[in-house]
């Protein structure tokens, strides 16, 4: 087929998927072929279609040119090109009048991935160029029937005459033939590098030659070029000659790109393309603020392809909203240094909050400098907003205001080094982007004692909703205040008095967006969005002790803690920003439907030959041996050993495995005369049965208790989550872990179950924190699973396709192993839907809840946060559902009224376990026990106190602030008793449904919780 006879064809698909009846007919002339549609019910002309290569331009100009010249002859108000790649429709009134670009084109849609015409006929690539014909042809058929001669300018006045619409047509336009350029290439970062090169330094070229027409030349291509490396020699000459003129952004050679071979046409007319529109198009007509989103939207295009995420100008105004920069120097022009990805988009904000600021930016390399002023739109011989550094000697400077974005975890090293070593004014704050890891993983552990030991820590900011950096990867902002002399001797005697300061964490829970006015563009900053900014920071610091409700969660937390905590083995500080009502909500639809596989199940560890060498012979010493087939068969069915989960595929439990098991009888002699004899006597005479793995045997060969389990589970889970199903009867080794149903006919629905992302996150949940890495046989009986009224509802017939196919690593079935970049889109297909079924069909869960459970399933694999967490939930069940208020509500505030003079505090010493009050020939005291052994003995005033202090160690408080006057003694004692006891009653019905053996250690967790100050 021709390209015109596809394109007819895909044309009539397009009408027969749309509500609008069309008359399609094909013409040929001089001009070539073309097809015009005419509406069923009038006649009239209204579009002419026609057709390139797939390795042509659907917007090259003698094409377009010589279809207006048809279209006007044929009055045809519209005219659409297609490569099969792109479809473009053009007004061809406004093309005979010369409008801006953005007014020409009314519609551009990618249509299908293909490199020929032959390639348009097959099945996917045929729906999607059909679904984007469909949408010209509807748009046209909507403009027709509301546009009218004297409606014509208004038209035009309002589809092309507004920058904001312009701009968005210019870097639309761009990425589109950005995409197309990557497409010639493997896509490696290398390419993608190359590609980026290229794409900045035209557009650089572009803007200072729009700013200097007079210092370069106007970039253009002969267009009878070809070859694409001779255009890409001429574009480097072309930047070559600007680098000479003084601009010394612009690289030397652009010609470092690996195209393929058989898409070089391609990737020929897409450059020419490229340059013709960028120079083409009259940037010069739009305004500031504009000219500012146009090269915006380029620009996250090249900052996505090298996959680091750049924090959003939303991130970067809420940091700001958090400082007061006029106050950050004695000096009239306070000092700002940025480092990292956001590549001047933070001096940019930062000038448009405080005019006068002094703003410079770290860009050590060409490519980087060119990214900062074209975030910037700086002029690079005129004075500019910001000024670039390029060596590192320069940054030896004290600075008022640092921002540091480094949001890829290889950076943590340098974030170290830089939070260490940058020099300082008196109160200057850090404003750094790093990813959520920062916070809570062991390797940052370095970063979190620097902020601690060298800045007071003011903010800890993240979201949900809306991410902090594109692309998501769950960015985290931290805000600090430098603490002058810190390397000063009588600072570290004064830790104490920082300790005492509060560190906020706010997690926000709602986009940004729904309070805040948006910012179109970098330069973009009104008036009432910084009142709106200032006003939501505002609201974030009002609450004393923090706040959790649907819209943020605040926690804030004194220094001394957070140093406590880094002192930790789990030194993270994760759980501060995590919504503990998440897990509480989860667990509240989860209750009264699920219960420890134990009571459904027998659950043991697999089979311990103590000799497989011998009892589990692989197929070929069966077969060398000729051994009997009645010794490894079983009712005619081969005794299969499975020892490694390596053997095991999919859920299905199909395995690989070529060993089997040797079931022998106890009675020696009923073997005589077996080649299965010969081979046990020779074990004997090597020793076999002296072994310490059967010594205890008696005989070494017989197994007792051979019981087949309907699923198994692997010890490690490392890299692969799998619980399989035994279908072929087999037996498994101690490196699994076996289960035996009391219902056999609920395995595959209880496999599904255990196999999916809930699933995962419920065995974790309630996981020994001992364990890690390894399943232990209390892991698997403490697994919760449906109750068996609910797996009989269970559909396993939509998932049986997940059963066969490949269970791949955690990483294939995630989309990654990174629990802060994980996103509910970013899992495996198949394993969605069922999740999906799961949570939201059978749990009703929301999708805040849907997100939280994949980042715990994989922040929990490697971890042993769970306990904390879980008790974090259980504390907010507790203020919500049981209405104990926490001592930070009651206590604390009475404490903090009473003057320094009316009270004391008491640190009790590491190690105690418990106190108990008395009363000796002095006076009441409190003796100190670790075990059985007295310590210590805390002497008080009254017996009020001294029950006080003994009801408050016991609860596990280690720092107490009492009040020294004994009738407010006696008044808070008497609220500390109903508390105590409505708190363990609490603690008691909450963790009832909990393992036995963690119950004590959440309970304590929950205490704690509960006694913050």
């Known amino acids: 087929m021709t390209s015109s006879e596809v394109l007819a064809t895909c044309l009539h698909d397009a009408l027969d998927r749309s509500a609008v009846r069309m008359d399609v007919s094909t013409h040929a002339g001089v001009e070539g072929s073309f097809i015009l549609i005419k509406p069923a019910n009038t006649l009239q002309p209204l579009m002419l279609a026609f057709c390139v290569d797939p390795d042509e331009s659907a ?15 044929m009055h045809a108000p519209f005219m659409m090109i297609s490569s099969f790649r792109m479809c473009v429709l053009f007004d061809v009134e406004a093309l005979s009048k010369r409008r801006t670009h953005e007014g020409q084109i009314l519609l551009m849609i990618k249509g299908a991935d293909v490199m020929s015409a032959d390639d348009v006929m097959t099945s996917s690539n045929r729906v999607g160029l059909t679904e984007s014909l469909r949408q010209c042809i509807v748009h046209c058929a909507e403009l027709d029937r509301s546009r009218s001669d004297a409606e014509s300018e208004v038209l035009y006045a309002l589809s092309s005459g507004a920058d904001e619409r312009s701009a968005n047509f210019f870097h639309q336009r761009i990425i589109h033939l950005l995409d197309e350029l990557l497409y010639c290439t493997d896509s490696t970062p290398v390419d993608k590098e190359a590609i980026v090169n290229i794409v900045t330094a035209v557009l650089g070229h572009l803007l200072v030659r729009l700013q200097r027409p007079a210092d370069l030349d106007a970039l253009t291509l002969p267009e009878s070029i070809r070859e694409p490396r001779l255009m890409l020699d001429i574009i480097s000459a072309y930047l070559r000659e600007a680098y000479r003129a003084g601009y010394a952004m612009f690289p030397s050679n652009i010609s470092d790109i690996d195209i393929s071979p058989a898409k070089r046409k391609l990737f020929r007319s897409t450059l020419a393309d490229f340059v013709s529109f960028v120079h083409a198009f009259d940037l010069g007509r739009l305004a500031a603020d504009e000219l500012a989103l146009a090269v915006d939207g380029v620009l ?50 930062v000038r448009l909050f405080h005019p006068l600021c002094d703003t410079r930016v770290y860009a050590p390399s060409e490519a980087e400098e060119r990214l900062v002023l074209l975030r910037s739109l ?3 011989r005129d004075p500019s907003d910001l000024r670039i550094i390029r060596r590192h000697e320069d940054t030896d400077h004290p600075w008022d205001l640092v921002c540091i974005s480094l949001t890829h975890l290889s950076e943590r090293h340098r974030l170290l080094l830089l939070l260490q070593s940058q020099k300082l004014s008196d109160n200057a704050k850090v404003v750094v982007f790093a990813p959520l890891a920062a916070i809570r993983d062991a390797e940052f552990a370095d970063v979190r004692r620097v902020l601690l030991e060298r800045f007071r820590l003011c903010w800890v900011l993240t979201a949900d909703a809306e991410p902090l950096a594109i692309p998501d990867n769950g960015t985290c902002c931290i805000v600090a205040e430098f603490r002058a002399g810190f390397d000063s001797q009588e600072l570290h005697e004064r830790f104490s008095e920082f300790d005492a300061t509060m560190a906020q964490f706010a997690f926000l829970r709602r986009p940004l967006s729904s309070v805040v006015s948006p910012a179109e563009s970098i330069r973009d900053l009104s008036i009432v969005r910084k009142e709106q900014l200032s006003t939501f ?28 905590r880094s002192a930790s083995i789990e030194g993270g500080w994760d759980d501060l920003i995590i919504p503990p009502d998440v897990i509480a909500s989860i667990l509240r639809k989860l209750s009264g439907k699920t219960v420890a596989l134990r009571k459904i199940a027998t659950v043991s560890g697999g089979l311990r030959t103590g000799a497989a060498d011998v009892l589990a012979p692989r197929i070929a010493e069966i077969a060398e ?12 069915i081969e005794s299969v050993l499975i020892t490694s ?9 199909i395995p690989t495995s070529d060993r089997r098991l040797l079931i022998l009888p106890e009675d020696k002699s009923t073997m005589d005369g077996t080649r299965v004899l010969l081979r046990i006597e020779q074990a004997e005479h090597d020793g076999v049965h002296e072994r310490p793995t059967v010594r205890t045997r008696k005989p070494w060969w017989f197994l007792r208790d051979l019981d087949i389990p309907h699923l198994i589970i692997p010890r490690q889970i490392r890299d692969r989550w799998l619980v399989a199903i035994n279908k072929t009867n087999a037996f498994v080794s101690d490196s699994f872990i076996e289960i035996r149903l009391q219902e056999p006919a609920h395995t595959e629905a209880l496999a599904l179950w255990m196999n999916s992302s809930l699933g995962m996150f419920l065995s974790e949940l309630v996981r020994s924190h001992t364990h890690v890495f390894d399943v232990t046989v209390r892991d698997v009986q403490e697994f919760p699973v449906p109750t068996e009224e609910m797996l009989k509802t269970f559909d396993v017939r939509r998932f049986k396709q997940l059963l066969h196919r490949r269970s791949g690593t955690i990483v294939e079935e995630f989309g990654t192993e990174d629990a802060d970049v994980v996103r509910p889109k970013m899992i495996r297909r198949d394993r969605s839907r069922l999740d999906q079924y799961f949570m939201h069909d059978m749990f009703g869960f929301t ?6 459970v994949y980042r715990f399933a994989l922040a929990w694999l490697t971890s042993s946060t769970n306990v904390r967490h879980l008790a974090n939930a259980l504390a907010a069940e507790i203020m919500l559902r049981h209405r104990v208020r926490p001592m930070r509500e009651w206590y604390t505030p009475r404490i903090e009224q009473l003057p320094a003079s009316a009270q004391r505090t008491i640190i009790i010493p590491p190690g105690v376990t418990h106190a108990a009050s008395s009363r000796s020939m002095f006076g009441w005291q409190v003796s100190l026990f670790r075990g059985n052994r007295t310590d210590d003995v805390l002497e008080c005033s009254c017996a009020e106190e001294s029950e006080m202090l003994e009801l408050l160690i016991n609860l596990g408080k280690r720092y107490i602030d009492i009040p020294m006057d004994p009738p407010l003694i006696a008044e808070v004692l008497a609220l500390a008793k109903t508390f105590t006891t409505d708190l363990e009653h609490s603690i008691k019905e909450l963790t009832e449904p909990l393992p036995e053996d963690i119950r004590d250690t959440v309970g304590s967790a929950v205490r704690a919780v509960m006694m913050e100050a």
């Open 645 to 653: 989960a390596d053997e095991l595929d999919c859920i299905a439990g």
């Open 847 to 852: 999708d805040e809840e849907t997100r939280w």
């Open 59 to 73: 917007f090259d100009n003698d094409v377009v040119h010589r279809m207006k010249s048809v279209s006007t002859r």
């Open 378 to 380: 700086g002029r690079l």
């Open 300 to 349: 996250s295009w090249c900052f996505q392809q090298f996959g680091t995420p750049v924090p959003t100008i939303d991130a970067i105004d809420l940091a700001l909203s958090t400082i007061h920069i006029g106050s950050l120097s004695e000096r009239d022009i306070p000092q700002v240094l940025e480092v990292g990805s956001t590549l001047g988009a933070f001096g940019v904000r």
């Open 625 to 636: 041996e000729h051994l009997e087939e009645k010794y490894f068969q079983r009712d005619g």
């Open 537 to 564: 920071i505002r609201y974030l610091s009002a609450s004393e002790r923090g706040k959790i409700n649907d819209e943020v969660v605040v926690r804030k937390v004194a220094s001394a803690e957070l140093r406590a």
